[in-house]
């Protein structure tokens, strides 16, 4: 079976890394082990020529008065000329080598200046040669060492080197890649986490509290982990303003779909008893054309919160308002008058000190006749409404309150919820859609604003607080 290797880009970094590093060392140790080598075979050249030129010099006398050497260690070869008419003539010797070409040679080279030579001598080796004249102009010799154990030293102290360098390049590599591994952990958890995030479905959710924890791995770790986090979270609150957009349009389809089946009903209802008011009771078409009219207005007042609500939900960075400088007292009596006019079965009392600030007019007047509308649809006739508009440390405050007979404690926290209504305790003379108080709440908090409920038998409060500068 072929075996199919990965290209080299393939492998997993820290594999290329302690390669890498296992490569420069490897050219690191060639290097050094080059220079040992080299330094030592020149060192052991330079012991054994002066080796040869000490015994050289020692046998001088004896050449001289005996005409042959015999103090040389017993594996050297030294042979003795004469010079005699310009040439040079061999002398009979105990330790001379069977050939003596390469001596006879380097002897007549000695007329002319001392020399070194490296030779492989016949049946003998390899062995170095010096040829001097140790008696001016009358006697020459030629001496060979055998250079077998410098060859042995430097030999030994190749396998040596190799064999270290090798399990130090075999040590470097393998803990080395098990350091890069250790140090890479960082980058292989952000790796899990990325795996991890990828195995879960997030159509639908916006749960992605995953994140890289630990330290360690240096510098560059530390900013590379810093830098995932920030874009996880970045995709975290995209994920959750992506839920909650999808979460507030099925909620608005939803709300819309109940809260408009009613008024079509009746619409469909009311144009069935038209058609036949038509053909059969024509005094009876008015009444029923009225009818049409009045669930028209009503779908129509539903559909404009629906949609003032979406286009609230929807643009919390840019709220759709217009502000400019307004004075929230002349806003409160405007809506307080209009109150009057058409709630004559309820007292109003107005205090309104004069409070300027920034702010859409018409939705604030929206806001205040909502919560008027509430106070007096849920209270019986006779109940006293007041509004109160002051400012407060750089707040403007407004306070809506009645003495009605208070909102039940376990409908308060759900109270600004849309489409929620209170139960009958509250007597109520004509049942609204439940999108008042969230309308309110969404442009007060469009304002940059609060609105709070404070609610007992016989007093019902709701305080807004805005801020009189938009930032």
């Known amino acids: 079976m072929k075996l199919a290797w990965k290209p080299l880009r393939d492998w997993r970094l820290g594999t290329r890394l302690a390669l890498a590093l296992g490569a420069l060392a490897l050219t690191v140790f060639v290097i050094v082990g080059w220079v040992m080598v080299a330094s030592m075979q020149s060192f052991l050249d330079r012991r054994l020529d002066d080796q040869m030129v000490i015994s050289q010099q020692g046998a001088a006398k004896e050449v001289e008065y005996y005409g042959k050497v015999t103090k040389i260690p017993p594996d050297w070869f030294a042979v003795v000329y004469k010079i005699e008419n310009g040439g040079v003539t061999p002398l009979p010797g105990d330790q001379q080598p069977q050939d003596r070409e390469e001596f006879d040679a380097l002897a007549k080279k000695a007329l002319t200046a001392d020399g070194f030579q490296t030779e492989y001598l016949r049946g003998e080796g390899k062995f170095r040669l010096r040829a001097c004249q140790i008696v001016q102009d009358e006697f020459i010799v030629v001496s060979a060492a055998p250079m077998t154990d410098r060859d042995g030293t430097i030999s030994q102290l190749v396998t040596v080197s190799v064999i270290a360098f090798l399990a130090a390049l075999v040590a470097l590599v393998v803990g080395g890649q098990a350091l890069i591994r250790k140090g890479m952990r960082p980058l292989s ?33 530390e900013e590379l982990r810093e830098a995932f986090n920030k874009m996880l979270a970045h995709i975290d609150s995209s994920l959750s303003a992506r839920t909650a957009a999808e979460q507030r349009l099925r909620r608005f389809i939803a709300d819309a779909s109940h809260e408009l089946r009613t008024p079509l009903t009746s619409l469909r209802g009311y144009a069935d008893l038209f058609k036949y008011a038509a053909a059969n009771e024509p005094g009876e078409r008015e009444k029923h054309l009225e009818k049409l009219r009045s669930e028209a207005s009503r779908m129509s007042v539903l559909l404009d919160d629906l949609l003032l609500l979406a286009r609230l939900d929807s643009a919390e960075s840019e709220p759709p308002l217009r502000p400019e400088e307004v004075d929230l007292s002349v806003v409160a009596e405007a809506a307080a008058d209009a109150f009057r006019a058409a709630r004559q079965t309820h007292e109003l009392s107005l205090d309104a000190d004069t409070v300027t600030m920034t702010a859409d007019p018409t939705r604030l007047r929206q806001v205040l006749d909502n919560l008027l509308t509430n106070a007096a649809v849920h209270t019986p006739a006779g109940t006293a409404v007041s509004v109160e508009v002051t400012a407060e440390n750089g707040w403007a405050v407004i306070r809506v309150a009645d003495t009605g007979p208070g909102i039940p404690e376990a409908d308060q926290a759900r109270i600004f919820d849309r489409f929620y209504r209170v139960d009958d305790s509250r007597t109520r003379q004509r049942g609204g859609s439940g999108l008042g108080l969230a309308v309110v709440q969404s442009l007060v908090e469009a304002h940059g604003g609060t609105i709070a409920l404070t609610s007992r038998p016989g007093s019902t409060v709701f305080t807004i607080r805005l801020p009189r500068h938009a930032s």
């Open 189 to 221: 958890d952000m790796a899990d986490t990325a795996h991890d995030i990828s195995s879960h479905d997030l159509t639908d959710s916006s749960d992605l509290n995953a994140r890289v924890d630990g330290r360690g791995g240096g510098v560059e770790v």
